[in-house]
């Protein structure tokens, strides 16, 4: 039915995915148009950045299915947001263009910093894995 398919849009959980394989190619797939989208429809991404907005659709893709629609609209916004706030903040401390700011080493700082935090925040989760497996395998 056509709520039925609008519930699942809004929130994927109401789904019943029985094959993860395809969720995750599907995922991967949406986070390549997404890269492509971002280098190929502005002016202001060149094709150096298509792996970076490729992390992230996947990311988003993965919140979507996860959380929903509003999870992650949220996190693209809130993701942009702190970027060209940030862009704000360089150009006004340097007395710059914001289009000069996004080239500015502070700018590569913090694509550094939160590529770091994420390669730590992700190695902290399969860690978590790991460890919560074991421990289950020692109570049984």
Known sequence: SVKYFFKCLWSPRNLEIYDSKK????????????????????????????AQA???GIILGWVYLRFGFVASLLIHWATNYFIFS????????????????FNHSLMSTLELLLLASGV?????????????????????
């Open 23 to 50: 969720a995750i190619f599907l995922i991967a797939f949406v986070g390549v148009l997404f890269g492509f989208a971002h280098i190929a429809f502005a002016e202001s991404w060149s094709e150096g950045k298509f």
């Open 54 to 56: 490729t992390a992230g």
């Open 86 to 101: 940030y862009a704000t903040f360089i150009s006004q401390i340097n007395s710059i263009s914001i289009e000069n700011a």
């Open 120 to 140: 730590l925040s992700v190695g902290m989760l399969f860690l978590h894995r790991y460890c919560s497996k074991r421990e289950s395998s020692l109570e049984v």
